[in-house]
């Protein structure tokens, strides 16, 4: 009997442990199918699709940094992707030409999409941003648990062909295949369709609706690229062919459907579609609502740089040269005109910091002037001239990719105390107080704003590790607690039957 107590105890522990393992498995590790083209479209998807940061948040339209990844990924733990990867690498050594890597830095991750960009929750502030991925100092990538990555072929993704070899796609090359040669940009993206596309999954069906017979703002795909080229083709968009039915293409839409005399709503059903693409379609003249200066009358163009020319000429001779530290309404204005051409994706403060002169001497770079980092005339003059030069690196097909760099930001708006303390000087004259008021009010709330989601990333980071050493306690305990049972348990019945003994042992003695 003693034995028979004593394995059901002991069943009951093991029992415990299962379903305490069981079960935190359930909550920290789902098997998963995922693959690294699905996970980056899944990112772009929620940027185009406007998703809220919400902390905590796992579903569509409402997640956190960890969220974004894990409702696609579903496996691993989500308080340490990292940690649950089973391949990783520090940044500082480039990060891999592979879509749908993990990036992390402390407190924080996000989704490497290719080309040099990524996709993360960063914050109330921010939801979800699409930028660089050299912008946010990522410190590792990894692959991500639970998502399986390319080795070798063709791949599609975000509208174009990659080819991988040896697990990366490769850039910038020629490729033949089949007898048929192939140019690979330097992001990757093919020149032309691969002849056999048989064993090419397209992973962005899932998450598009663009195949459908409506197309309509968040939608993105080939249809999407045919439709944007078609309504510029006809005079009513201007804007870059991305593949993303976004406000632009959706203003443009709404031109053509009041050209052609159909309901507005912006929203591509297939009878305004067959208007669109039939011989009779009408034509807009996108210069009338243009909003880039290549499609202006060229005569205006040479007219306006004319102006710009004779402006800068007669204020040269008090012309002063913007350097580290400067800060008034001309910076304002240069950092302005720096964003509009790729250079600067900050938010412009008036400030002339290390961001600043980075931008400066990168414009300088690709418009042939000498990198110095300041503004002199020469670089002033070229700036704001129709000859300058955008930046190629800078994707620029919305207002969405300018995103505000938390670190960055206070970079900028921290000003020498003696700045902050007097007015500003603007062309060797004060401002009135009331201006530098305004100015100073201005940097202090953008340092604010960043500063909340630089809180926000310390507290995912820190209720992360606050549940990871909860369920540690809680698991140590009822081992503890389970020991103590089985020990008790034990303990009795040793007594018992001792007691058990002794009390034959004195029966057998008054016998005999």
């Not at 905590?56 to 974004?68: F, I, N, Q, Y």
């Not at 050594?93 to 924080?108: C, D, E, K, T, V």
């Not at 914050?123 to 990894?142: H, K, L, M, Q, R």
């Not at 060229?298 to 008090?318: G, L, Q």
Request: aromatic share 12%.
């Amino acid at each position: 009997m003693f034995r028979f107590k004593k394995l059901i105890s002991l069943c009951l522990i093991l029992i415990t442990i299962a379903t305490m393992a069981i079960g935190s498995s359930s909550l920290l590790n789902v098997s998963a199918a995922g693959t690294g083209i699905g996970l980056a479209e899944h990112a772009l998807n929620a940027y185009y699709s406007g998703w809220s940061y919400v902390y905590g948040g796992c579903s569509a339209g409402a997640v956190d940094c960890s969220g974004l990844i894990y409702m696609y990924s579903g496996a691993g733990s989500r308080f340490d992707m990292m940690g649950s990867s089973y391949e990783t690498g520090s940044t500082s050594y480039g990060i891999p030409n592979i879509h749908g890597l993990g990036l992390y830095r402390p407190g924080h991750v996000g989704v490497y999409v290719g080309s040099g960009m990524a996709v993360d929750a960063r914050g109330e502030d921010y939801g979800v941003c699409y930028e660089s991925a050299g912008s946010f100092n990522w410190t590792n990538w990894f692959k991500v648990a639970g998502v399986s990555y390319p080795t070798d072929g063709w791949e599609y993704f975000n509208g174009s062909y990659y080819y991988y070899e040896d697990g990366e796609y490769l850039t910038d090359t020629y490729i033949e295949i089949d007898g048929v040669s192939y140019y690979l940009d330097y992001t990757g993206a093919s020149s032309s369709t691969p002849g056999d596309t048989s064993g090419v999954v397209d992973d962005s069906s899932s998450s598009s609706s663009s195949s459908s017979n409506v197309m309509q703002f968040g939608d993105y795909g080939d249809n999407v690229i045919e439709l944007q080229l078609r309504l510029t083709e006809l005079g009513f968009y201007n804007g870059p062919v991305t593949g993303y039915f976004g406000e632009q293409t959706e203003a443009a839409y709404i031109r053509f459907q009041k050209a052609a005399g159909v309901y507005v709503d912006g929203i591509a059903g297939e009878g305004d579609r067959e208007i669109l693409y039939s011989d009779d379609a009408p034509t807009g003249n996108i210069a009338e609502v243009g909003t880039s200066i290549e499609e202006t009358d060229v005569e205006n163009e040479a007219e306006t740089e004319n102006e710009i020319e004779t402006e800068t000429t007669t204020e040269s001779t008090t012309f002063e040269t913007f350097v580290n530290g400067s800060y008034n309404d001309d910076v304002y204005k240069i950092q302005t005109e720096l964003a509009n051409l790729g250079y600067f994706t900050e938010e412009a403060t008036g400030y002339y910091g290390s961001l600043t002169e980075s931008a400066v001497t990168q414009f300088q770079l690709d418009n042939g002037l000498e990198a110095t980092g300041e503004v002199d005339e020469i670089t002033y003059t070229t700036l704001f001239s129709s000859k300058a030069l955008e930046n190629s690196d800078a994707d620029k097909s919305s207002e969405k990719n300018i995103v505000r760099n938390p670190n960055a930001i206070i970079a900028e708006t921290t000003t020498p105390p003696q700045v902050i303390a007097s007015a500003p000087v603007i062309n060797n004259q004060l401002t009135s107080p009331t201006e530098a008021t305004e100015i100073v009010l201005k940097s202090a709330q953008l340092a604010s704003k960043a500063l909340e989601g630089i809180n926000v990333d310390t507290q995912e980071a820190a209720k992360a590790s606050k549940n990871n050493g909860s369920f540690l306690v809680w698991f140590i305990v009822m081992i503890a607690f389970m020991s103590a049972a089985f020990w008790i348990v034990f303990s009795t019945e040793k007594k018992k039957k001792k007691a058990k003994f002794e009390r034959i042992k004195a029966r057998a003695n008054r016998n005999w």
